[in-house]
Structure formats: structure tokens, C-alpha cells
């Protein structure tokens, strides 16, 4: 059996590699637009940066990297953003290659500068979230609670379209962000390393 005392440095050096872990999730640089950059949108995609920021977790720590030749980028409230109005700018850019970092809770608003370009579908709403906080999972049970679980209703494993055929879920794009399956390894060695 290991004493105490040897137990101690295997379990500070489980918990600094967890926090590295957790600080490099929550810490994600995102190229806004992804190869395309901050432009006008072809016409039928006029709300393409909506779509490319509502398939993505942003988090406090964040940032977004903005990419742009003859344009700005503005930082307005929802006012300003539904209006393509940049006259009372939160914050100003025009760079070309501007890093805003995302430091609080809620919805941000970024447009064009120019209203023209704005109102062509170069805006974007971002939700941005708290840091995805770390949970305790206590050990499984040995045996299950006494009762029936035929009550509860399986959750489904696919979305079912309008007719007959299973469609499959669709999938989170992965493209920006750290695999889940990643820390459950580091947790995995983790727990492995304490119960020496």
C-alpha cells in the first residue's frame, strides 16, 4: 500500500495538468469566417456569419481573430446591429487583422463599419458563455437502486425526419475545439495515477 506522502506529488501534478488542460480549452482563438475572413457574403449566403458563429461555443477566454482588406470591423450594441448603424461604436477596428478577446458573459454584436457592407451580411451575433466549469463525478455504485426503470423513456439515438428513413443527428464541427475524448484520456490517467 502507497503511504501518504508519496501520493502527494502524483496527485498536485494530476491537478496542475488538469488546470492546463482546462486553460487551454477555454482559451480557443477563433478565425471568424474560418478561410473565407470577415467580406461580403455571396448573395445567397447573407447570413453567413451568423451561421458560422451559431455552430460554435464561445467562452470567456476566447477570441476572435478578424481578417479584412478595405473594411473595419465594429463592435456595436443590438441596436446598431439590427440597424447597420456604427455612429456610437462600443470599439473601433481597421487593421486588417484585428484579436478581440471575449471577456463577458452574453451576447457581443459585430458589424462593418461601412453600412453598405453591413447591410450586404457582413455582421455577426456571438453568445458567449462562461468557462465550462469542472464537476466532481463520484464513483459508481456497485449495485443499481432497487426499482423499475421501465418508466423512463429511452432518449433517442436519431432525429426522425418527415418520412419513414432515420436521419442522422448531425454532429458538432469539431474544426476549432479541443476533442472531449482528449480529456477524458488526461482525466482517465488521472484517476489512474491517484489510485496507486
Known sequence: MAST??????LYSFIF?????ITTISAT????GGTVGWRIPATNESQLYN????????????????????????????????????????AFFNDGDTV??????GTMYFISGDSDRCKQGVSMMVEVMSPVPVRYFPPAISAP?????????????QVMSSGDEPE????????DSVSV????????????????
Do not use: M
Open 17 to 21: 495538468t488538469i488546470a492546463v488542460v
Open 51 to 90: 451561421v458560422w458563429a451559431s455552430r460554435r461555443r464561445f467562452h470567456i477566454g476566447d477570441s476572435l481573430h478578424f481578417r479584412y482588406k478595405n473594411d473595419s470591423v465594429t463592435v456595436v450594441e443590438k441596436w446598431g446591429f439590427y440597424h447597420c448603424d456604427s455612429s456610437n461604436p462600443i
Open 181 to 196: 475524448s482528449g480529456i477524458a484520456v488526461v482525466l482517465g490517467l488521472g484517476f489512474g495515477v491517484l489510485s496507486l
Open 145 to 157: 437502486p432497487e426499482g423499475s426503470f421501465s418508466d423512463v423513456a429511452p432518449s433517442p439515438a
Open 5 to 10: 506522502s508519496s501520493r502527494s506529488p502524483l
Open 29 to 32: 482563438e477563433f478565425q471568424v
Open 168 to 175: 442522422a443527428s448531425p454532429g458538432p464541427d469539431t474544426s
Open 100 to 105: 478581440i478577446d471575449l471577456n463577458n458573459i
